[in-house]
T-cell receptor
Framework: RKEVEQDPGPFNVPEGATVAFNCTYS??????FFWYRQDCRKEPKLLMS???SGNEDGRFTAQLNRASQYISLLIRDSKLSDSATYLC????????????FGTGTRLQVFP | NAGVTQTPKFRVLKTGQSMTLLCAQD?????MYWYRQDPGMGLRLIHY???????AKGEVPDGYNVSRLKKQNFLLGLESAAPSQTSVYFC????????????????FGAGTRLSVL
């Protein structure tokens, strides 16, 4: 079993739709969580950090569920420009120097 | 503010040739990383460095060597390229130290597309 697992998708949604992705992690000692966005043939870029209390940034909301060991990303009012691959990232402990990347969930928003 | 810069952007090698990929960051970050990204595999850590003069192996280090002679630069070398090393290579850096919540956030370069024939 991979340490970080994501549904590869693609998720095909119309503009204006709400879409949610989940990411599960296997190591219960994981401490820090992030969502990165990667556009086709581009580098990954930080979308948002995921805090224990949840995190909201405009149309994007990230949640952490420690009991079930997953994080989620909710995108409201999808835009064409949201089309990308969303990478779930986990750090095992606060002081570790390595991030564990999921393979990503591809989102395609159509007109 | 350039962030993380990788050179070259593209390269084609023949099997057995050698090359060096250069990564430079201007954010005064302590930690630097080299990843490769292959379809369906996600990002895999090759080597990383937690400071000038230090290097460590990641998940897939075989066939690669690295050096961190200066804090701002992290070099990835392929001594004898093989077709299995055809991939997209990303360099990243992070603050790494201190108590800031964002110390582990990694910032990536634009990548190097390498083909080994």
């Amino acid at each position: 079993r991979k340490e970080v697992e994501q549904d590869p998708g693609p998720f095909n949604v119309p503009e204006g739709a709400t879409v949610a992705f989940n990411c599960t992690y296997s190591n219960s000692a994981s401490q820090s969580f992030f969502w990165y966005r990667q556009d086709c043939r581009k580098e990954p870029k930080l979308l948002m950090s995921v805090y224990s209390s949840g995190n909201e940034d405009g149309r994007f909301t990230a949640q952490l569920n420690r009991a079930s060991q997953y994080i989620s990303l909710l995108i409201r009012d999808s835009k064409l420009s949201d089309s990308a691959t969303y990478l779930c990232v986990v750090i095992r402990s606060y002081n570790t120097d390595k991030l564990i990347f999921g393979t990503g969930t591809r989102l395609q928003v159509f007109p | 503010n350039a962030g993380v810069t990788q050179t070259p952007k593209f390269r084609v090698l023949k099997t057995g040739q050698s090359m060096t990929l250069l990564c430079a960051q201007d954010m005064n970050h302590e930690y630097m990383y080299w990843y490769r990204q292959d379809p369906g595999m996600g990002l895999r850590l090759i080597h990383y460095s937690v400071g000038e003069g230090t290097t460590a192996k990641g998940e897939v280090p075989d066939g690669y060597n690295v050096s961190r002679l200066k804090k701002q630069n992290f070099l990835l070398g392929l001594e004898s390229a093989a077709p299995s090393q055809t991939s997209v290579y990303f360099c990243a850096s992070s603050l790494g130290e201190g108590n800031r919540l964002d110390k582990n956030i990694q910032y990536f370069g634009a990548g190097t597309r390498l083909s080994v024939l």
